[in-house]
């Protein structure tokens, strides 16, 4: 039996990528405490193990650079000591740098070349690793993969991780799957909350919500945006998922795509929430927030309207 949810998610994305060696430490504590500034409930502590390419089959998370298993209970434990509920969420990269997304492989086994039915087994090891983690530290909410796109199709093998997940998870489960794709995964059925990344063009706001919201009604299950948010740049604000953008450092910017954002998904009943992108483990300093061009919000005026929407919606 799925769960029924119906809070709201005041959120903020954590410690990415999970590098060895940056949390648990005083500056990752600071972070944090930082963090709660903004009057969030919920942080998705988000790390990365690292495929060396979109066709490897083994994904080696005990590895550097990912985080150490005691980073990872340090994180979580340190999110609860400030009050906040907690999303673990792993994540598959490619060490070559190709983005998640591509990781693909023949929809047909053929002998001799890397398979699904590989990659899922080593997959499943990865987040029923991660699973477990999260069980022993109650933590509220798993995400069980992020932006996948090629593998949103594998219907049978989500269905097949997801309920050995839930033998050794007994909290929340979601998938974040990548913008413009929620209406093509077809087994939302099996997970309790729908997630995405809301990293929509900011005069697009309302067709886009309009085409989510038909997705979500249809499926009955309660929404979120497991990823949304701009960085502080020129341009941004119409490809605010484009982290390579040219343009100078706009803290306008960031600030109108927020006040944009957060004005559209206020009129739909069914939106829970959000974990913005992202707060990394270790901050900038504030006297450079005017300089800094990335997602983060720290010290930026965005940073301000992110504080007084959260605190509305507590």
């Given at each position: 039996?799925?769960?029924?949810?119906?809070?709201?998610?005041?959120?903020?994305?954590?410690?990415?990528?999970?590098v060895?060696?940056?949390?648990?430490?005083?500056?990752?504590e600071?972070?944090?405490?930082?963090?709660?500034k903004?009057?969030v409930?919920?942080?998705?502590?988000?790390?990365?193990?690292?495929?060396?390419?979109?066709?490897?089959?083994?994904i080696?998370?005990?590895n550097?650079?990912?985080?150490?298993?005691?980073?990872?209970?340090?994180?979580?434990r340190?999110?609860?000591?400030?009050?906040?509920k907690?999303?673990?969420?792993?994540v598959v990269?490619?060490?070559?740098g190709?983005w998640?997304?591509?990781?693909?492989?023949?929809?047909?086994?053929v002998?001799?070349?890397p398979?699904w039915?590989?990659?899922?087994?080593?997959?499943?090891t990865?987040?029923?690793?991660?699973?477990?983690?999260?069980?022993?530290?109650g933590?509220?909410?798993?995400?069980?993969?992020?932006?996948?796109v090629?593998?949103?199709?594998?219907?049978?093998?989500?269905?097949?991780?997801?309920?050995?997940?839930?033998?050794?998870y007994?909290?929340?489960?979601?998938y974040?799957?990548?913008?413009?794709?929620e209406?093509r995964?077809?087994?939302?059925?099996?997970?309790?909350i729908?997630?995405?990344?809301?990293y929509?063009?900011?005069?697009?706001?309302?067709?886009?919500?309009?085409r989510?919201?038909?997705?979500?009604?249809?499926?009955?299950?309660?929404?979120?945006?497991?990823?949304?948010?701009?960085?502080?740049r020129?341009?941004?604000a119409v490809?605010?998922?484009?982290?390579?953008l040219?343009g100078?450092?706009s803290?306008?910017?960031?600030?109108?795509?927020?006040?944009?954002?957060f004005?559209?998904?206020?009129k739909r009943?069914w939106?829970?929430?959000?974990?913005?992108?992202?707060?990394?483990?270790?901050?900038?300093?504030?006297e450079?927030?005017?300089?800094?061009?990335?997602?983060?919000?720290?010290?930026?005026?965005?940073?301000?309207?992110?504080?007084?929407?959260?605190?509305?919606?507590?």
């Amino acid at each position: 039996m799925l769960k029924p949810w119906n809070e709201h998610v005041n959120g903020m994305t954590w410690g990415w990528t999970g590098v060895r060696g940056t949390w648990a430490s005083p500056e990752a504590e600071h972070s944090m405490s930082e963090m709660t500034k903004l009057n969030v409930n919920w942080v998705a502590i988000a790390l990365a193990a690292n495929q060396e390419t979109p066709q490897s089959t083994v994904i080696p998370y005990w590895n550097e650079p990912t985080v150490t298993d005691n980073e990872v209970l340090w994180a979580i434990r340190e999110a609860k000591r400030h009050g906040l509920k907690v999303c673990l969420k792993p994540v598959v990269n490619c060490a070559n740098g190709t983005w998640r997304a591509h990781i693909n492989f023949f929809d047909d086994e053929v002998p001799g070349e890397p398979s699904w039915a590989e990659w899922f087994r080593s997959y499943r090891t990865f987040i029923k690793h991660y699973a477990a983690i999260a069980e022993a530290e109650g933590c509220e909410m798993l995400c069980i993969g992020c932006e996948m796109v090629q593998t949103d199709k594998r219907d049978k093998e989500w269905r097949a991780l997801i309920a050995e997940v839930r033998e050794i998870y007994s909290g929340l489960i979601t998938y974040n799957c990548d913008k413009y794709q929620e209406e093509r995964v077809t087994w939302w059925d099996a997970v309790d909350i729908i997630s995405s990344s809301g990293y929509y063009p900011i005069d697009q706001w309302e067709a886009q919500l309009d085409r989510i919201e038909a997705a979500v009604k249809s499926w009955d299950k309660p929404f979120f945006f497991m990823e949304a948010g701009c960085p502080s740049r020129e341009g941004s604000a119409v490809r605010p998922n484009d982290w390579s953008l040219p343009g100078g450092p706009s803290e306008l910017e960031q600030k109108r795509y927020y006040e944009a954002m957060f004005e559209a998904c206020s009129k739909r009943e069914w939106m829970q929430g959000y974990m913005l992108w992202d707060w990394p483990a270790r901050l900038y300093e504030s006297e450079e927030a005017a300089n800094n061009d990335d997602y983060c919000m720290y010290g930026k005026i965005a940073a301000a309207v992110i504080s007084q929407h959260y605190a509305g919606t507590v």
